[in-house]
């Protein structure tokens, strides 16, 4: 799926002590219409923070479980 990234935060988790990289997209709203803020969740030593730029857009491949398989820019 393709999706522009919009904002995007890093951190560690409180429960599992792990740092992460939060990325903010729009997403088409399911049986609606419009579209809907979304995130997902990286790992920093895969996907720096530095590395995902806010206005690019990405490839993003989700397992049947909607877990994140692949995250890749475009272009």
């Not at 088409?28 to 923070?49: I, K, R, T, W």
């Amino acid at each position: 799926m393709k999706i522009k990234i919009i904002g995007k935060r890093q951190g560690v988790s409180k429960k599992s002590g792990k740092p992460y990289v939060q990325a903010f997209y729009l997403n088409s709203v399911h049986d609606g219409e419009g579209e809907a803020g979304d995130s997902l969740f990286l790992s920093p030593e895969d996907y720096p923070y530095s590395k995902v730029i806010v206005g690019k857009e990405y490839d993003a491949q989700f397992t049947r479980n909607g877990f994140l398989a692949d995250f890749k820019p475009i272009g």
